[in-house]
T-cell receptor, first 112, second 114 residues
Framework: QKEVEQNSGPLSVPEGAIASLNCTYSDRVSQSFFWYRQYSGKSPELIMSIYSNGDKEDGRFTAQLNKASQYVSLLIRDSQPSDSATYLCAVNENNAGNMLTFGGGTRLMVKP | SAVISQKPSRDICQRGTSLTIQCQVDSQVTMMFWYRQQPGQSLTLIATANQGSEATYESGFVIDKFPISRPNLTFSTLTVSNMSPEDSSIYLC???????????FGEGSRLTVL
């Protein structure tokens, strides 16, 4: 049974701070990793994809992957109140097509 | 990414009835997926909708309860049959980008069963 674990939060950070969201996964053969943002009442929106060890930066977002430790994280720099949402980590294996296993999500609250 | 339209966006249903959710994509896609998100929970894959063959269901989901149609490469339906309050959830249609493994979601259909 593949598992993806996240702290449910809420994670509360002040505006302008760095928010750090963490995710661990159980399946060592997982190859692709994704972060989704979900606002209340909305569907998940893909914000980052990462496939190899190290960091990947896109604007204020940085995804970090460590396959040896089975750990993936998302950093949000200069956090804004509009970043307040639930962040879902998802993983899949290369041979699983687009079938993703999702973590439970971390609720982020950015306070003005 | 593809534009994915679902309807209804929300509905309130009576126990014992069935409801069919439609998913339309603006481009041809090989695989479409149906997910469920129960209140306060994460996403759980119900089934993969394959064009030209029967859907592939995940553990805990059966065709009699969640029949799926996939008549062509741009359209799929999910029916929630004989509904009970436990079926109150958001049902999400999704399509994948084969080269990247990325998955994109429709707006979701929020069902409340009384």
């Amino acid at each position: 049974q593949k598992e993806v674990e996240q702290n449910s939060g809420p994670l509360s950070v002040p505006e302008g701070a760095i928010a750090s969201l963490n995710c661990t996964y159980s399946d060592r053969v997982s190859q692709s990793f994704f972060w989704y943002r979900q606002y209340s009442g909305k569907s998940p929106e893909l914000i980052m994809s990462i496939y190899s060890n190290g960091d990947k930066e896109d604007g204020r977002f940085t995804a970090q992957l460590n396959k040896a430790s089975q750990y993936v994280s998302l950093l949000i720099r200069d956090s804004q109140p509009s970043d307040s949402a639930t962040y879902l980590c998802a993983v899949n294996e290369n041979n699983a097509g687009n079938m993703l296993t999702f973590g439970g999500g971390t609720r982020l609250m950015v306070k003005p | 990414s593809a534009v994915i339209s679902q309807k209804p966006s929300r509905d309130i249903c009576q126990r014992g009835t069935s409801l069919t959710i439609q998913c339309q994509v603006d481009s041809q896609v090989t695989m479409m997926f149906w997910y469920r998100q129960q209140p306060g929970q994460s996403l759980t894959l119900i089934a993969t909708a394959n064009q030209g063959s029967e859907a592939t269901y995940e553990s805990g989901f059966v065709i009699d309860k969640f029949p799926i149609s996939r008549p062509n490469l741009t359209f799929s339906t999910l029916t929630v049959s004989n509904m009970s309050p436990e079926d109150s959830s958001i049902y999400l249609c999704s399509v994948g980008q084969p080269n990247t493994g990325e998955l994109f979601f429709g707006e979701g259909s929020r069902l409340t069963v009384l």
